[in-house]
């Protein structure tokens, strides 16, 4: 199916790439940290600036933090821990609040290196939080009972999730998640209604074909996409995380820009992860422009937000 009134963007001016390094620590390390520290804002990142048009050239090496809306505001409390529990131990059964309003929450790994998350914020019930997972965030809210699960694809081996209220209370989670090498997996974020959206072409699909991959899709493909995110509650985070197998196809990855009334000619920004088995974890931030609203129903194109499907390919 052919498309019509799409803009391709190949780079240049609009990006940043970072490719970043994550201080990883196990879970007895977190949970020591998290007990006599804050929560920290962002991840600890260490990263080296370089151009989305060149090979990658180490410039400088310092503490980065994500620029807004991707950094959070987190408020200076204790976090309740607790660790990777079973199933039947979702919602409260064998779970204790440390304090009568201390929220808790479990991670439990699922299969294709998944996780359940479930949150018991019993004195927070409707509550907007915001989940945080190596450097990918999106927020929920929890029901009328304060409860709340979500299926979240793992970002890393040793995965740490943040559960961060608006009230200030937040609940920290973690688990081993042993098949997250197994997977390729590229996420999108953003925050409010950009028009942004990931596709994910499979072994040179066209638009629309079999293994094209976007939300919303009911083609036949390999690879998985799931959006993260409530886009009903206030400023929500929302994010895409698109997932394949390492001895999968190879995959064209590009984010597209659907140019709405809503944000023809706003500033618009967003961020891609990427996370390759062998490699440090890249992020590029991408901050633009919309065209004029003369130009609304056509589509940006973006093809550098993700590196080459080659360099996928040259690690089978």
């Known amino acids: 199916m052919a498309r019509f009134g799409k803009i391709v963007l190949a780079g240049g001016t609009f990006l940043t790439a970072l490719a970043v390094g994550f201080f990883m620590q196990n879970g007895d390390a977190l949970a020591e940290r998290y007990s006599k520290e804050v929560v920290p804002s962002a991840p600890e990142i260490v990263a080296m600036t370089q151009s989305p048009m060149l090979n990658a050239v180490a410039v400088s090496e310092a503490e980065v933090h994500l620029p807004s809306p991707f950094e959070p505001d987190l408020h200076p409390v204790t976090p309740v821990f607790v660790a990777a529990a079973s199933p039947d131990q979702a919602f409260g059964v064998a779970l204790e609040h440390g304090a009568e309003c201390d929220p808790v929450m479990i991670a439990v790994p699922a299969d294709n290196a998944m996780v359940t998350l479930s949150v018991d914020a019993i004195c927070a019930p409707g509550s907007r939080l915001t989940i945080h997972h190596q450097g990918m965030m999106f927020t929920a809210e929890t029901d009328r009972d304060g409860l709340l699960s979500v299926e979240v ?164």
């Open 153 to 316: 694809p793992a970002l890393a081996i040793d995965a740490v999730f943040i559960a961060a209220f608006d009230n200030g209370l937040t609940a920290v989670a973690t688990t081993v998640v042993p098949d997250f090498p197994l997977f390729h997996r590229a996420v999108l974020q953003w925050q409010g209604d950009t028009g942004v959206a990931l596709h994910a072409f499979e072994n040179g699909a066209g638009f629309a074909d079999a293994g094209h991959v976007f939300a919303g899709a009911t083609g036949s493909s390999v690879g998985t996409l799931v959006t993260l995110g409530d886009d009903q509650a206030f400023a929500p985070q929302l994010a895409q995380v698109y997932s394949v197998p390492v001895q999968g196809p190879s995959v064209d990855l590009t984010v597209e820009l659907e140019i709405t009334a809503a944000n023809c000619g706003q500033d618009i920004s967003a961020q891609s992860l990427d996370f390759r088995p062998g490699q440090n974890p890249a992020a590029v931030d991408l901050t633009l422009t919309m065209p004029a609203c003369d130009a609304v129903g056509d589509y940006l194109s973006l093809t550098t937000m993700f590196s080459p499907s080659e360099d996928l390919a040259a690690l089978q």
